[in-house]
């Protein structure tokens, strides 16, 4: 499976932005999708993640409640939306495929990886 991030641009400190992270091709196959974020000069950060077809969430306890998780199975789409944002929020947002539905907050389980979207968020 491919994955491939959009969405991302360049806000003001307080807006909300909705990225999408969009999966190649419809499958029935189960995954863990997540999204992750790094910013310059900073190691790779968990936000979220959702399970393809039951849609369960897991969240960094960090970011649980600016950050929020979804997907729509018919388009083939996760979404994270993203609420009171700060210009420390300002990194590439990757998201990313675990076909093992390991997921969780460890990069090294998930197989798959979109290109990244970049947010900036200005002061």
């Known amino acids: 499976v491919q994955l491939q991030a959009s969405g991302g641009g360049l806000v003001q400190a307080g807006d909300s932005l909705r990225i999408s992270c969009a999966l190649s091709?419809?499958?029935?196959?189960?995954?863990?999708v997540g999204w992750f974020r790094q910013a310059p000069g900073k190691e790779r950060e968990f936000i979220a993640s959702i399970t393809w077809r039951l849609g369960r969430t897991y969240y960094s306890d960090s970011l649980k409640g600016r950050f929020a998780i979804s997907r729509d199975n018919a388009k083939n789409t996760v979404f994270l939306q993203l609420n009171s944002l700060k210009p420390e929020d300002t990194a590439v947002y990757y998201c990313a495929a675990d076909p093992n539905m390991t997921g969780g907050p460890n990069a090294g389980n998930y197989n798959y990886w979109g290109q990244g979207t970049l947010v900036t968020v200005s002061s």
């Open positions: 091709r419809r499958t029935t196959s189960n995954y863990v």
